[in-house]
Nanobody
Framework: QVQLVESGGGLVQPGGSLRLSCVAS????????MGWYRQAPGKERELVAE???????RYADSVKGRSTISRDNAGNTVYLHLNRLEPGDTAVYFC?????????????????WGQGTQVTVSS
């Protein structure tokens, strides 16, 4: 039905930058909120940033000022730019989206997650 696929993770040196991408595919009618979460080893999953279909964004205090979330509504894609990366940013990053989709000619809404992409910040 609906899938979210992330890309762009990897190993980055402290102070570096990266861009994560997430594409939603399937029988999608519209997407409301899209966001990025992360989960570090031994910790709970936490919100990094989220953005509405109208472009209003909010960020976790830990990344505010050094990250930008954006989206391409036509392409069902959300991006996360992370700058001045720190070892504390090391985590698996998950894409999340609130999606209206076609389920056998019925309009349904659901909360979907990607499989996650690993970001490791280390020298």
């Amino acid at each position: 039905q609906v899938q979210l696929v992330e890309s762009g993770g990897g190993l980055v040196q402290p102070g570096g930058s990266l861009r994560l991408s997430c594409v939603a595919s399937g029988s999608i009618f519209s997407i409301n909120l899209m966001g990025w979460y992360r989960q570090a080893p031994g910790k709970e999953r936490e919100l990094v940033a989220e953005i509405t279909s109208g472009g209003n964004a909010r960020y976790a205090d830990s990344v505010k000022g050094r990250s930008t979330i954006s989206r391409d509504n036509a392409g069902n894609t959300v991006y996360l730019h992370l700058n001045r990366l720190e070892p504390g940013d090391t985590a698996v990053y998950f894409c999340n989206a609130d999606i209206y989709y076609d389920d056998r000619s019925r309009l349904r809404t659901g909360d979907f997650w990607g499989q996650g992409t690993q970001v490791t910040v280390s020298s």
